[in-house]
T-cell receptor, first 116, second 111 residues
Framework: DAGVIQSPRHEVTEMGQEVTLRCKPI?????LFWYRQTMMRGLELLIY????????DSGMPEDRFSAKMPNASFSTLKIQPSEPRDSAVYFC??????????????FGDGTRLSIL | GNSVTQMEGPVTLSEEAFLTINCTYT??????LFWYVQYPGEGLQLLLK?????DKGSNKGFEATYRKETTSFHLEKGSVQVSDSAVYFC??????????FGSGTRLLVRP
């Protein structure tokens, strides 16, 4: 079975540019999560969706960040304009609602973002 | 609020040594508890889980027991291998199905 697929794996861009990160969840999973990982702050949940609808975006750092899930098999996290402090590894994860309280989240391999 | 506290790393061990990584949590109710492992350049992988008090999760020689009385979920392995070198994250699932992670503990196993 294919796992969670993220693209690109690495992104290097200059500050001020728009950055779009992509995620394809595991087929049949109806929860999708976006995380950010940095040395200083560890793993932070940015936003999560259920059945393509954003449920909790309280972790989104500011208005420069936005996330969408236009269908069950695709989600994007966009940063516009990007800043050097956005440099981090961004992970997407998905899980099934069935027996939700003990269902693990399955993580992609992440996108390593560097803003110069 | 809910939180997870892990012992700081790095933890450095020789091959075949006994491993303990401490994890304690603060939560309302009785959340499900998880250990995830992250190898270099990869995402997090579920290692084991426990959903209620006194449950023991186990996988690949690793074990952790859900201790309600001490609000702990310590990770143990009897004999570590070099291939176990990674970062280990303890996590709880809150009532909104969000995972709350600890800060992670890096394990280095030397041959």
């Amino acid at each position: 079975d294919a796992g969670v697929i993220q693209s690109p794996r690495h992104e290097v861009t200059e500050m001020g540019q728009e950055v779009t990160l992509r995620c394809k969840p595991i087929s049949g999973h109806d929860y999708l999560f976006w995380y950010r990982q940095t040395m200083m702050r560890g793993l932070e949940l940015l936003i999560y969706f259920n059945n393509n609808v954003p449920i909790d975006d309280s972790g989104m750092p500011e208005d420069r960040f936005s996330a969408k899930m236009p269908n069950a098999s695709f989600s994007t996290l966009k940063i516009q304009p990007s800043e050097p402090r956005d440099s981090a590894v961004y992970f997407c994860a998905s899980s099934s609602a069935q027996g939700m309280s003990n269902q693990p989240q399955h993580f992609g391999d992440g996108t390593r973002l560097s803003i110069l | 609020g809910n939180s997870v506290t892990q012992m700081e790393g790095p933890v450095t061990l020789s091959e075949e040594a006994f491993l303990t990584i401490n994890c304690t949590y603060t939560a309302t109710g009785y959340p499900s508890l998880f250990w995830y492992v992250q190898y270099p350049g990869e995402g997090l992988q579920l290692l084991l889980k426990a959903t209620k008090a006194d449950d023991k999760g186990s996988n690949k020689g690793f074990e952790a027991t859900y201790r309600k009385e001490t609000t702990s979920f310590h990770l143990e392995k009897g004999s570590v291998q070099v291939s176990d070198s990674a970062v280990y994250f303890c996590a709880l699932m809150d009532s909104s199905y969000k995972l709350i992670f600890g800060s992670g503990t890096r394990l280095l196993v030397r041959p």
